[in-house]
C-alpha cells in the first residue's frame, strides 16, 4: 500500500493550507449561501437595473436590476458541481483505460493510446465547443464535454505509473500466488497508482471550472437566466464601459476558486509526488 | 539528424492528421439533422433536397463519404461555408493571419518574461522577488482569460484610456493586405504612423493572451533552473572562476531548456485555445473569433475546417517541439 503519511506534511504547507481554506470557503458558501443569499438570484427589478454596490446590493446589481451577490452564491453551486461532475467524467473512464492499457501492453494497449492521441490533438478548449456543439449548448452538455476533453490526460498518467508498478517484485508475487488479473489490478496496482491521480484531479477541478465558465462565457455552456459565473460574466461584458462590477464579481469568484485549487494542487503534489513537479 | 528519427515522426504526423479527420468527420456525422436542409434552408423543396443529398454523396456508405471526403481535403477543399457559400478554406487563410501574429505576440512575451524570471527566481531562491514572481505566477494561471481581458479593457482603455478598446487598426487606417499581419503590412507599407495604431492595438490581447502560458514558462523555468544549479558540472563552472553570469546562461540555462522547450510546445497548444477567448473579447478578427461565430449561426462546415486547420496547426507545432528536443538533447536521438 502506498504511505499516506506525507499527508501530514500537507498541513505545514503554506500554499496547500491556503488552496484548502479558498476551497472550504466556496465549498461553504454553495452548501449554506442559498439559504443566506440577500436576494433571490432571479428576482429582476427594471427600477434599479446595473446599479452599484451599495450595502443593500453589496456587488450591485445586474442589467435586470437581480441582485449580484445572491446569483454569486448560487453560482458556487453549479461551479461545484461542474468541477466535480466533470472530473469524474474524465476521471473514472481514464483511469480505467490507463489501467488497462498499462497493465495488459499489446495491441489493447496501442488502440486505447491511440485513440487518446486523437483526442489529445485538438486543443482542449476547441473539442469542449465541437462537442457542445454538437450535443447542444446545456450545463450537462458542458459537464460532459469538459469532462471527455480531459480523458486522455488521466489514461496517460495511469498508464505511466502501472508500466512501473507491474515490473515491482510484489505485484509479480501475487501473480504467482494466483492473483488474477481484476485482483492485482484493483487490490494492489490501482491502490498504488492514486497518488499522481489524486494530484491531477486536484489540479482538474480547477481547468474544469475554468472551461465550463469559458463555455458559459461564449454563450455554448450554461444558458441564461442560469446564475453561472461564466454566463454572468458574458453578460456584463456588454455594460463593461459603464458598470464594470457586473463583470467583475462572477470572474472573481472563478478565479478564488480555481487558485484555491491549483493551490491545494500544488501543495499535494509536493507532498505525494514530487516527480510530477513538471505537469 | 537521421533521417529514421524524422521519417517516423512524419508517419506519426500522418496517422494524427488521419485521425483527426476521421474523428471530425465522425462527430460531424453525429450532428442531429440533415446537412442538405442545413445547406437549403427549410423552405427548400423536396426535389433539390434530394439532389443536393446525391451531390454530396449523402447516400453512398458511410466509408465511401469518409473517402469522398478526404479526397477533397488533401485538394485543400474544405467545403463551403453554411452562411454565405463561401469556400472555408479561403475564410479561414483570410483570418489565420491575425491569429498568428497575436499569437505570435504573446508567446514573444511570455517566453522572454517568463524565463527571465524563472530564471532570476532560481538564482535569489526564497527571495523577495522570488516569493513575489511566484504568487503572481500562481495567480497567473488560476486567471480565467476572458475575465483578464475584460479588467484589462476596463482598466487601459475605459477608465484610463491610454490604450484602444477593440481591434486590429482604425477605421480607414488599414494597409493594403500583403501578409495580412499588420505589424508588417504596415512597415512595408512605409506607414510608421499605422504601425504603431496597429502595435497599439495589439497590447492589450497579447497581454491577455500571454498571462498564462508566462507563468507556467516561469514556474517550470524556476524548479528547472533549481535541479540544474545543484549539478555538480555548475560547481566545476564555478570553481574554474567563471563569470556568474556565464554560469548561470552558458551552463545552467542550457541544460534547463529542455522542460522549458517542452512546456513550450505544450503551450502553444494552450496558446490557441486562449486565442478563441481573447479574440472574442477584443474582436480580433482572427480563426478563433470565426469558430465562435461559426458555432453561433451553426456552420458547421466552417466549424469542421477551423477545427481541422486547428489540430494540424498543433500537431506541426508538437512536430517541431520533439524536434527541438532530439536537437537539444543528443540521447533523445540515440534511442528513440
Known amino acids: 500500500m502506498p504511505s499516506w503519511e506525507p499527508l501530514a506534511g500537507l498541513w505545514r504547507s503554506r500554499s496547500a493550507a491556503l488552496g484548502l481554506g479558498l476551497i472550504a470557503f466556496v465549498l461553504g458558501v454553495a452548501l449554506f449561501g442559498p439559504a443566506v443569499a440577500p436576494h433571490d438570484p432571479f428576482r429582476t427589478a ?41 472530473v469524474s467524467i474524465s476521471l473514472f473512464p481514464g483511469t480505467l483505460l490507463g ?32 462537442i457542445t456543439a454538437i450535443l447542444g449548448p446545456s450545463l450537462p452538455n458542458t459537464m460532459i464535454a469538459v469532462g471527455v476533453v480531459y480523458i486522455p490526460h488521466y489514461a496517460r498518467i495511469v498508464r505511466s505509473s502501472v508500466l512501473a508498478l507491474k515490473e515491482q517484485l510484489f505485484v509479480q508475487a501475487i501473480a504467482h500466488l494466483g492473483g488474477g488479473h481484476g485482483r492485482i489490478l484493483f487490490r494492489h496496482v490501482l491502490p498504488n497508482a492514486l497518488p499522481p491521480i489524486i494530484v491531477y484531479a486536484t489540479l482538474g477541478m ?28 458574458s453578460e456584463g461584458r456588454q455594460y463593461l464601459q459603464i458598470a464594470p462590477h457586473v463583470a467583475a464579481f462572477p470572474g472573481g469568484a472563478i478565479f478564488i476558486l480555481v487558485l484555491g485549487f491549483n493551490l491545494l494542487g500544488d501543495g499535494l503534489r509536493d507532498v505525494l509526488d514530487p516527480t510530477l513537479r513538471a505537469l | 539528424m537521421p533521417f529514421g528519427y524524422l521519417g517516423r515522426r512524419l508517419l506519426h504526423l500522418g496517422f494524427v492528421l488521419l485521425g483527426v479527420s476521421l474523428v471530425v468527420f465522425l462527430m460531424l456525422r453525429m450532428i442531429p439533422g440533415d446537412p442538405a436542409r442545413l445547406l437549403l434552408g427549410e423552405f427548400a423543396s423536396a426535389e433539390d433536397l434530394a439532389r443536393l443529398r446525391a451531390q454530396m454523396g449523402l447516400e453512398r456508405p458511410l466509408p465511401v463519404q469518409y473517402g469522398l471526403y478526404l479526397g477533397r481535403l488533401l485538394q485543400g477543399d ?78 487601459f482603455a475605459v477608465r484610463v484610456p491610454v490604450l484602444p478598446l477593440m481591434g486590429r487598426i482604425g477605421m480607414g487606417n488599414e494597409p493594403e493586405a500583403l501578409t495580412g499581419l499588420m505589424l508588417l503590412d504596415t512597415l512595408l507599407a512605409g506607414e510608421g504612423e499605422a504601425f504603431l495604431e496597429a502595435l497599439e492595438h495589439l497590447v492589450l490581447p497579447a497581454v491577455t493572451l500571454a498571462t498564462v502560458p508566462l507563468a507556467i514558462i516561469a514556474r ?29 546562461l552558458r551552463h ?40 465562435v461565430d461559426s458555432l453561433m449561426a451553426r456552420d458547421y462546415a466552417a466549424v469542421q475546417g477551423c477545427i481541422l486547420v486547428f489540430a494540424a496547426i498543433l500537431a506541426v507545432i508538437n512536430l517541431v517541439v520533439d524536434l527541438a528536443y532530439a536537437a537539444l538533447d543528443p540521447r533523445i536521438r540515440i534511442h528513440a
Open chain 1, 46 to 86: 427594471p427600477l434599479e437595473r446595473l446599479a452599484a454596490p451599495s450595502a443593500a446590493h453589496p456587488f450591485g446589481t445586474d442589467s435586470l436590476g437581480r441582485d449580484i451577490l445572491s446569483r454569486v452564491i448560487h453560482g458556487a453551486r453549479i461551479s461545484i458541481l461542474i468541477g466535480l461532475i466533470s
Open chain 1, 99 to 130: 489501467l488497462l492499457a498499462g497493465y495488459f501492453g499489446g495491441r489493447l494497449d496501442s488502440v486505447i493510446m491511440r485513440a487518446m492521441d486523437m483526442l489529445l490533438a485538438f486543443p482542449a478548449i476547441l473539442l469542449a465547443i465541437f
Open chain 1, 206 to 233: 480547477g481547468t474544469a471550472v475554468l472551461q465550463a465558465a469559458a463555455l458559459g462565457f461564449l454563450g455554448l455552456g450554461a444558458q441564461p437566466p442560469q446564475p453561472e459565473w461564466g454566463v454572468m460574466l
Open chain 2, 78 to 155: 474544405l467545403g463551403q461555408s453554411l452562411r454565405n457559400g463561401a469556400p472555408v478554406a479561403a475564410e479561414i487563410a483570410q483570418r489565420l493571419a491575425a491569429t498568428v501574429e497575436l499569437a505570435v505576440a504573446a508567446m514573444l512575451i511570455a517566453t522572454f518574461l517568463g524565463i527571465a524570471a524563472g530564471v532570476v527566481s532560481a538564482v535569489r531562491p526564497y527571495s523577495l522577488f522570488d516569493t513575489a514572481a511566484m504568487l503572481l505566477a500562481l495567480v497567473g494561471v488560476s486567471m480565467p482569460v476572458f475575465w483578464l481581458g475584460l479588467m484589462l479593457m476596463y482598466l
Open chain 2, 220 to 248: 517550470i523555468t524556476r524548479s528547472s533552473m533549481l535541479e540544474v544549479l545543484q549539478q555538480d558540472y555548475v560547481r566545476t563552472a564555478r570553481a574554474k572562476g567563471l563569470d556568474e553570469s556565464v554560469v548561470i
Open chain 2, 252 to 291: 545552467a540555462l542550457r541544460n534547463a531548456l529542455l522542460p522549458i522547450v517542452t512546456v513550450l510546445g505544450l503551450n502553444l497548444g494552450l496558446l490557441l485555445s486562449g486565442a478563441v477567448l481573447t479574440e472574442t473579447i477584443f474582436s480580433w478578427p482572427g480563426l478563433g473569433r470565426y469558430v
